[in-house]
């Protein structure tokens, strides 16, 4: 069977051969892979920098963010059906039985750190013709996803660290309680990046009434700037305004989205959040590098203005559930601007530039087959 992967020994992006996958419990399905998009994260995997195979692999499978439709089910298999649309998540919880979030399924919270990640950390991914995995680990999508699902995976991220902010925030009156209006109502947000992550989160704010801003490189009009505007989002380039003037212009900042990976621009941006603001990072730069910054600042603006800064990684299934909703609700909304964050959909033999070459475009996907 076809398959893109990693060989580390040999320092080799390639396509391997992988035997095909078999049901070997009653509660797995096998699906047949549709679409795998490729982000950063796989990216840096071909550098080599971290990616680990299996125990008993060479290789490592890539491919985390994946779209399949069901060709087989075992016996005790209750919810999902032959034929539908599937979306499979990342972390496999770890087998501590004293880990408390793995035994209770969150092992995005694992506290051991010895989950594995599919197509991540020692565990085969996505980029496959065929793979097997247990009922549980999979969320079903309803057909008019099928060109967009394979979205859900990078939108997760946005989904999880926003339910973390809805849950610290209850610390106090924060959120809009009117009934009839979104949570985010009167609330400021700014989204750092304007990759397929800020995008996606600047997305979520704007549906839960965030007057929402994206932060970023590119001096605008450019491709990312015009997605984002209409949406009813405001752009604004780093190119011509700096932290302090972003600031003056949104307001209070109540919380920001980190989706850009550089610590530099995060803390900068940080030095403004507003009174009671909350500041979420997403993003994993390289370790190398040092960065200096004016702590005093930061640490009297943190405990005087009652802030929260916290980092969020990876999802659980209600986050996963959730962005299903909302690709669902973003394809009602703003189908084009949905449309044009998918840039093009390769066939499998274009992997080697798509994953170790020169990149442009917002999501690059993989179409495994029609
Ligand atoms: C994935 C997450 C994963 C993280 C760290 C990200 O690209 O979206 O699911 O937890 O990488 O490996
Ligand atoms: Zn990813």
Not at 32 to 60: H, K, M, Q
Not at 208 to 236: C, H, L, M, Q, W
Not at 243 to 270: C, H, N, Q, W
Not at 307 to 334: P, Y
């Amino acid at each position: 069977m076809r398959a893109v992967g990693i060989v580390p020994r040999q320092r080799h992006v390639a396509e391997v051969r992988h035997e095909h996958p078999e049901i070997v419990s009653p509660t797995q399905i096998k699906v047949r892979t549709l679409d795998v998009g490729i982000c950063g994260t796989d990216r840096e995997i071909c550098t080599f920098v971290y990616g680990e195979p299996p125990a008993n692999s060479e290789y490592l499978i890539l491919g985390h963010e994946a779209l399949g439709i069901v060709v087989d089910v075992a016996a005790e298999v209750t919810q999902i059906k032959i034929g539908d649309l599937v979306v499979p998540s990342v972390r496999r919880p770890c087998a501590d039985p004293n880990c408390r979030p793995c035994r209770m399924d969150r092992q995005d919270f694992c506290a051991t750190w010895k989950f594995n990640e599919r197509g991540i950390h020692q565990h085969h991914g996505f980029m496959t013709e065929f793979f097997v995995d247990d009922e549980k680990n999979f969320i079903f999508v309803p057909p008019e996803l099928r060109y967009r699902a394979v979205l859900a995976e990078p939108l997760t991220i946005a989904e999880k660290g926003l339910s973390q902010v809805w849950s610290i925030q209850s610390r106090l009156p924060w959120a809009c309680d009117q009934p009839g209006k979104p949570k985010g109502d009167g609330l400021r947000a700014v989204v750092i990046g304007a990759g397929p992550i800020g995008i996606l989160g600047a997305m979520v704010c704007v549906l839960n009434g965030f007057d929402t801003y994206v932060y970023s490189r590119s001096p605008k009009p450019n491709e990312k700037s015009e997605i984002i505007e209409s949406f009813g989002a405001t752009y604004v380039s780093t190119a011509d305004t700096s932290p302090a003037e972003l600031a003056d212009r949104v307001g209070s900042i109540d919380l920001v989205y980190e989706a850009v990976g550089v610590s530099k621009t995060s803390f900068e941006v940080m030095m403004h959040l507003g009174i009671n603001g909350i500041f979420v990072f997403t993003g994993i730069p390289a370790p190398e590098g040092n960065l200096s910054l004016a702590g005093n600042q930061l640490m009297r603006n943190i405990v005087l203005k009652n802030q929260v800064i916290v980092g969020t990684v990876n999802a659980d299934k209600a986050s996963f559930c959730d962005a299903i909703r909302d690709l669902g609700e973003f394809h009602r909304r703003w189908p084009q601007a949905l449309e044009r964050i998918i840039s093009a959909r390769y066939p499998v033999e274009k992997f080697q530039e798509l994953l170790t070459g020169k990149m442009t475009g917002i999501k690059n996907v993989i179409a495994f087959s029609e």
